[in-house]
């Protein structure tokens, strides 16, 4: 069984910083992709950025530049470094895990993303 444990977020003011941290554990397979998603109140989903196994990154329009993604492969470990936080990344943000060898194209739909993670909140005052 996979098991995602999300930790970091919080609080911040407008232009600070937070990173968030998931650890998997479970998985035995050297190949995947890992993604992190976040839901505000009234909006939909969205796929903020993933990394596969291979170093692979991808990012949402709105954090390009402002957000990295990054891991620990061995150890299974992902951290997502937010920085320049604005009121509008204020959201839940979920760790995601799928055994895809690479990240899909529609990785942001949350395809291919088999475990979820339960959540952990980030709020960012103006």
């Known amino acids: 069984e996979v098991r995602l444990a999300e930790s970091g977020g919080g609080s911040a003011q407008s232009g600070g910083s937070l990173t968030l941290s998931c650890a998997v554990s479970?998985?035995?397979?050297?190949?995947?992709?890992m993604g992190w998603f976040r839901q505000s109140p009234g909006r939909a989903r969205e796929g903020v950025a993933a990394?596969?196994?291979?170093?692979?990154?991808k990012y949402a329009d709105s954090v390009k530049d402002r957000f990295t993604i990054s891991q620990d492969s061995v150890a299974k470990t992902f951290w997502l470094q937010m920085n320049e936080l604005q009121p509008e990344d204020s959201a839940t943000y979920y760790c995601?895990?799928?055994?895809?060898?690479?990240?899909?194209?529609?990785?942001?739909?949350?395809?291919?993303?088999?475990?979820w993670g339960k959540g952990i909140l980030v709020s960012v005052s103006s």
């Open positions: 990394i596969d196994s291979y170093g692979n990154t």
């Open positions: 995601t895990f799928g055994a895809d060898d690479y990240c899909p194209n529609n990785w942001f739909l949350g395809h291919g993303m088999d475990d």
């Open positions: 479970g998985y035995r397979y050297d190949t995947y992709c």
